[in-house]
């Protein structure tokens, strides 16, 4: 039995074709942002929020590696009967205090994103990017308390309606997370 040369030179190239592809694979994972740990992914807090209700809204973290979000619901705050809002026509900010080392600061989440909603309708509002502040490993967020009641100059939570109700909602968390976010 005889190995002809065609077969010779396809095992020569195998090893040379999986070890190119090993290479770039190994590459690409390097290269690639990988999610990172938040914990824990959900937490609650209390808002007041003037005419659009108080009570407890759950806050959903994630962090993908490159951008950090929170995702804010509620079935106790509501938009008001009468009232209505586009899919992306709410612009939400939400101002949380941060531990980093020891020194506090704040950090904030923004976005205009958010399903269309009809009065009576529980709020279901982002997910809103970090857009002020930095975070690191280790770092930790939880709600700005503030007294009541909630004003254009005092807020934790702001919700600007755009289309088609207009309405400006400072709400201020009446309380701390039931557990802070350690990013």
Do not use: E
Request: hydrophobic share 35%; with cysteine.
């Amino acid at each position: 039995m005889s190995i002809s040369p065609s077969h010779t030179s396809n095992r020569k190239r195998l090893p040379l074709v999986l070890g190119a592809a090993c290479s770039v694979g190994a590459l690409l994972a390097l290269s690639s942002p990988t999610a990172s740990a938040v914990a824990p992914l959900s937490a609650t807090a209390n808002y007041d929020c003037g005419s659009w209700g108080s009570g407890v809204a759950k806050l959903t973290a994630a962090d993908s590696g490159t951008s950090k979000t929170i995702k804010i619901t509620s079935s106790d705050i509501k938009m008001p009967a009468g009232t209505s809002a586009d899919p992306n026509s709410i612009t939400t900010t939400l101002k949380l205090t941060k531990v980093s080392g020891g020194v506090t600061s704040q950090v904030q989440f923004s976005a205009k994103a958010n399903p269309g909603m009809t009065g009576g309708n529980p709020i279901t509002l982002g997910p809103l990017k970090l857009t002020s502040g930095t975070l690191a490993a280790g770092d930790s967020t939880n709600s700005v308390v503030l007294a009541t009641p909630p004003s254009t100059t005092n807020w934790s939570l702001q919700i600007v309606a755009s289309s088609p109700t207009s309405a400006t909602v400072p709400c201020v968390a009446t309380g701390t997370q039931s557990a802070p976010f350690v990013w």
